[in-house]
């Protein structure tokens, strides 16, 4: 407990570091954190143990802003709004504001020897639906014009007049009206994958949308499924809401045989694996809102080891009930504008989308091989977890910048030389400027001075698609590095107050630009973070370049192939 570290009086243990300036030792700091959460928060002094979380008490991010004030107006120096969540417990913090050696340091060293990736993946086929678009070419061509695809949540979903109301303490109700939505989710062939009608009923649409995505994927690869069979191809699917599946539950009466493939998240892999008869591994991979991200590092993972030969990975995320919503309403994520002001003064919160992403993924050097097309290669990838940070649902900076860190050293890249990183970004008064920093440490190793490194984050033009959020950042840099173009991150109009652009080689992209190359490849990196603590980051760079073996035709041509495929007349 607090009582037994406070030792004498805290005049007495103040020192002199250097003529004129004093610092206050960890021991004097520690007795004024637990006098000030003690009067902040209504807890008993003697109550309060050093070592657990700030959040274990109730502190909460206008606390840890309140806290942070006074303690800089108390040491006479300037201290960052969310150092509470870089150091989570009384202890850490004082030994950092002391200069205290800490402890735990060691535990975030990486192991400079770590052994390199000897061949980078190639993105070679991509398929997507995302709120506004459909398809990669759409989906590119909504991000470059700078669209906003949030609307209002459409009829066919929920009665939102039934459950909206503008106070988030109301039980029952949601705070926001609006969201990021795909539509006709609804239709599905089920012919077409040789399924019949009764079994598509009770399939949640979530698996049906994957279906459709992943084999629009594979055409855009140029894979033919029949020449895959039997193959080790493996299928990696980010996945964690299950609307459907609770409302096919709730009603006893209606459950069949197909209600339980229909509705286990493990199949939305599963099908895929089985209906185009892929023998790798098919994992469905739930990590919150990293779920896709960290499907696509296990692919490469997987290729890397040769357990794959050719891998799928991607995610989705639908919304069909108004439940989520309702419990991040009462946790106060939900942007009540329904805007993610990603880096913003007026972030405010986030919101809720859905959509489906797929990339087919093969080593690169195969992919040259066999002539493939690719967008972009990924260097490297890393996935990491918070640990204890100060509350369950709190990002740990220390994490953040150590899961940047393994995937750049992976990638065996400069983090210097990195030109954009799409961020997680949710738009969060104080998750954003925790991500900003350890942003800023990370990409300022190797920089040349001046040289700023973009960020900006798709979640401003279609919201936060959760499991599917991961991917949807990816498929954007990747359609990126392919068009040569850094497209402007939506809703930035005034910076962050507790973001420090001043201090850190980042800014954000506010306005479509070139992709110069005038500094040597074309680099990126991509953020996705879990609720849960899961961090994951991948790193991405231009696709070589090839020559061409496309026909070069003349000017009286004009004949054309349109090939044409379906499962019947």
């Known amino acids: 407990m607090a009582g037994n570290l406070i030792n004498g009086e805290l005049a007495n243990a103040i020192t002199a570091r250097s003529p004129g300036v004093e610092t206050y030792s960890a021991d004097a700091i520690e007795k004024w954190l637990v006098d000030k959460l003690s009067e902040l928060l209504g807890v008993d002094p003697g109550e309060i143990d050093v070592r657990e979380p700030f959040a274990s008490y109730g502190m909460g991010s206008t606390e840890a802003v309140s806290l942070s004030g006074e303690l800089a107006d108390w040491l006479g120096q300037k201290v960052p709004a969310d150092l509470a969540y870089e150091f989570p417990t009384i202890e850490t913090l004082a ?21 390199m990736e000897s061949d980078p993946i190639a993105i070679i086929g991509i398929g997507c639906r995302f ?22 949540v459409p009829a066919d979903r929920f009665n939102l007049n039934e459950v909206y109301d503008s106070d988030p303490t109301l039980a029952g109700k949601i705070n926001t009206r609006w969201g990021g939505f795909v539509e006709q989710v609804d239709q599905f062939d089920p012919q077409f994958f040789g399924i019949s009608p009764r079994e598509a009923a009770r399939m949640d649409p979530q698996q049906r949308l994957l279906l459709e995505v992943t084999w629009e994927a594979l055409e855009d690869a140029g894979q033919v499924p029949e020449k895959l069979t039997g193959s080790q191809t493996g299928v990696f699917v980010g996945i964690s809401n299950n609307d459907y599946g609770r409302t096919q539950f709730s009603d006893l009466s209606r459950i069949d045989a197909y209600a339980g493939t229909g509705n286990a998240l493990s199949i939305a892999a599963n099908r895929i694996s089985y209906l185009l008869d892929f023998r790798g591994p098919s994992i469905a991979i739930d990590t919150a809102c990293s779920s896709s991200l960290v499907a696509v590092h296990l692919a490469c993972t997987s290729l890397h080891s040769g357990e794959s030969t050719l891998a799928v990975a991607g995610g989705v995320n639908l919304i069909l009930s108004p439940a989520i919503t309702m419990n991040f309403t009462k946790a106060g994520v939900m942007a009540p504008d329904g805007r993610c002001k990603t880096f913003d003064a007026g972030a405010n919160g986030y919101v809720r989308s859905e959509g489906a992403g797929v990339v087919v993924l093969k080593p690169l050097s195969r992919a040259i091989a066999d002539s493939d097309p690719i967008y972009a290669v990924i260097r490297g990838s890393a996935v990491n977890q918070d640990g204890r940070s100060n509350g369950l649902m709190a990002p740990n900076p220390v994490a953040q910048e150590a899961v940047l860190r393994e995937a750049y050293l992976r990638a065996n890249v400069s983090p210097g030389d990195v030109q954009y990183v799409e961020a997680h970004g949710t738009g969060t008064l104080l998750g954003d400027p925790i991500e900003a920093r350890a942003l800023g440490r990370v990409l300022a190793e190797g920089r040349v001075p001046g040289q700023l490194c973009a960020i900006g984050s798709v979640k401003t033009n279609i919201g936060h698609c959760e499991a599917a959020a991961g991917v949807a950042g990816l498929i954007k840099v990747a ?12 809703h930035f109009q005034e910076p962050n107050p507790h973001i420090p652009f001043d201090e850190l080689p980042i800014r ?32 991405l760079q231009q696709a070589p370049a090839l020559p061409s073996k ?20």
């Open 550 to 569: 496309n026909h070069e035709a003349s000017a009286d041509e004009s004949c054309y192939l349109l090939p044409l495929s379906a499962r019947s007349p």
């Open 95 to 115: 030994r950092h504001l002391s200069g205290s050696p800490d402890e735990s340091s060691s535990a975030s060293g990486l192991d400079a020897h770590r052994e």
């Open 131 to 152: 709120p506004g678009s459909s398809g990669p070419q759409e989906f590119w061509q909504s991000i470059h014009d700078g669209i906003d695809a949030i609307t209002e």
């Open 479 to 490: 359609l990126a590095l392919r068009h040569a173009e850094i497209p402007a991150s939506l």
């Open 508 to 539: 954000v992209q506010t306005r479509p630009a070139p992709w110069s190359g005038e500094i040597g490849a074309a680099l990126a990196g991509v953020s996705s973070f879990g609720f849960g603590g899961t961090n994951a980051h991948v790193v």
